[in-house]
């Protein structure tokens, strides 16, 4: 399995935020985590979006971590201006089921490092792609390895 969300700083803020998943690559913008009100909010600099994809990842980690069997959590990946993509992690007896899709919430309508509510509950998600399922520690590794990129 691979999974990981990593920063590959360009200089432009756009097609620098990078999701492997199942073997795909989904390339998406930063410029909504270097405009994110709450951590940093008067920079918008390469630091910033590390530090915002940080927290986007602990987020991630956090609501996994809450998750009883059969309950479900959305982590946002791709912040644009009309739609964000998710993964849609279902928990599971041994693990979860993921699967890749996006909604219409837009992604300039919340500040990446306050996800929220939208982590637990996400209207019209649309899968696009199958879903797969992962041992836990395997996807919380992932997690941890994309928080120790973007850390550094």
């Not at 200089?11 to 951590?39: F, P």
Request: with cysteine; net charge negative; proline share 3%.
């Amino acid at each position: 399995m691979s999974l990981s969300l990593n920063f590959v700083d360009n200089g432009t803020q756009h097609n620098d935020i990078v999701l492997e998943w199942e073997g795909k690559t989904w390339v998406c913008d930063s410029y909504y985590l270097a405009l994110d009100d709450y951590l940093l909010p008067k920079v918008e600099d390469v630091a910033k979006v590390r530090a915002v994809l940080l927290r986007v990842l602990e987020q991630w980690l956090e609501v996994l971590n809450e998750l009883h069997v059969d309950e479900i959590a959305f982590l946002p990946y791709d912040f644009s201006d009309q739609y964000t993509g998710w993964l849609r992690c279902t928990r599971r007896q041994e693990g979860f089921l993921v699967e890749r899709g996006w909604s219409n919430v837009e992604g300039w309508s919340f500040a990446p490092s306050r996800i929220g509510s939208l982590l637990r509950s996400l209207d019209e998600f649309r899968a696009d792609g199958s879903s797969v399922e992962l041992p836990t520690e395997e996807l919380l590794e992932s997690i941890r390895k994309s928080m120790a990129r973007a850390a550094s």
